[in-house]
Every structure is written in structure tokens, then in C-alpha cells.
């Protein structure tokens, strides 16, 4: 998905598209979500937590198999039929249970419809999820943006360890002050905050690891010249 990018707002600006640019001329398009619709980018957002996504895609095969990629058929299934199918993932019990109160939520709240679940303001909806009983920050963020197409950028283990690595914010920075930092000197832009989020993944599974290969990094320059930009801890 090759982003256009429009004239940087500010000096931090510059420096997100700079690094944009070169992750993408490194590591190319990365089609993110890889799902076939918006439910199953939500239950995967779900069953992602603390696992490496080759044990999600195990558990989302089983449950395609078994047709339940869809809201009424995940809410007629019984709790522990549906731990069995996502096992794969670790937590299995719990991660049933997450998506089980997130049916709940969907059904009392928006009668088990998605399109009218997105079409709700997005700060009213973000909320709401992070009213659902395992659906934090990051798994809220990313169903509003991978499966609801809505305008947030969303912050990871990831994000964070390259970017205080690269001297642009604290090492514990707050979630909000994260996301503030992307959003206030990006576009606000879907297709941009899709890719940029997508292409940190990447960077931090293939090259900035918790043992770095800074050598092969295609921001390895950035970090001196980044060092009067970092973002506060928290929001003021």
C-alpha cells in the first residue's frame, strides 16, 4: 500500500516521514491485517495478545473451519468449545472469555452489527471497547483501525522499543504520549497509520529484536540527530 506523503507539519514531522520512508523502501507494502473481514481482524486483535502470530493463524484456521467467523454464530458457541479451538494461542481459556465479552458488548450495544458498531463517533467507540473486559489500549486501537478503517495510530511493545532506542522518546513514556507523538505530526490519515504500524512490526521482529542488529538498520543514523526531539513521559 504506497502512502503519499504530504509535506511534513514540523521538524518531528520530518523525521516520522523520513522514517516511514525508509521502512517502507526497506521492507516494501505489508498488507496488514491479513484477514478476510472486519470480525476476524477483531477476534484476531483479541487472541494476538502476549502470543507470536503464527500460533493465532492456527486458531484462526480452526475457527474458520468450523464457520464462525461470524457475531451470531461466535455467540451461539459454547465458552469452552470456543478455548479449544484457540489453544494454540496460550491463555486459551481467557482469550475465550475475551471474545465472548466482546459478543456480549457488540450484541447489547449495537445488536451484533458491525457497521453500525464503526459508524458510532470514534472516541465514544475506542471508550466503549476499553470498557470490555480484555480489550486494552492496543487491541481497541487496532480494531478501530484494521477492522474499522477509523483514524488512530496504534502503539506496541514495538513502537516503543524502537523509538526510545532511536533517542525520540522516553523508555517509559506513556501510551497516550506515544500516540499523541505519531498523530499530532502525521496526516491523519488511515492508509499511513495502517502501513507506518505494520512496518514497525516488521522492523522490530527482523531487525530491532531485544538483541538489536543495529548494523542492518535502516534508521541506524537517525538516533544523534533525533536526540532534541524526545517526547515527554506523559500528557500534559
Known sequence: MKVSLRRAKNSQG?????????LYKTFGPQHWWPADTPF??????????????????????????NNLFVPRAMKKISLRTLAGMVR????????????????KFLFDNYQGDLKRMFSQDLLLLRTQLLTVNGIGQESADSIL??????PIFVVDAYTRRIFSRHNLIEPDASYYAIQNYFMDNLENDVRLFNEYHALLVCLGKEICKPKPDCCHCP???IRTRSSTLKIARTVP
Open 88 to 103: 494454540s494461542t496460550g491463555y486459551y481459556n481467557q482469550k475465550a472469555k475475551k471474545i465472548k465479552n466482546f459478543i
Open 14 to 22: 520530518e523525521i516520522l516521514k523520513e522514517i516511514y520512508q525508509r
Open 145 to 150: 483501525l484494521y477492522a474499522g478503517n477509523q
Open 219 to 221: 534508521l541506524r543514523d
Open 40 to 65: 476476524e481482524v477483531i477476534i484476531g486483535a483479541i487472541l494476538t495478545q502476549n502470543t507470536a502470530w503464527v500460533n493465532v493463524t492456527k486458531a484462526v484456521a480452526n475457527l474458520k473451519q
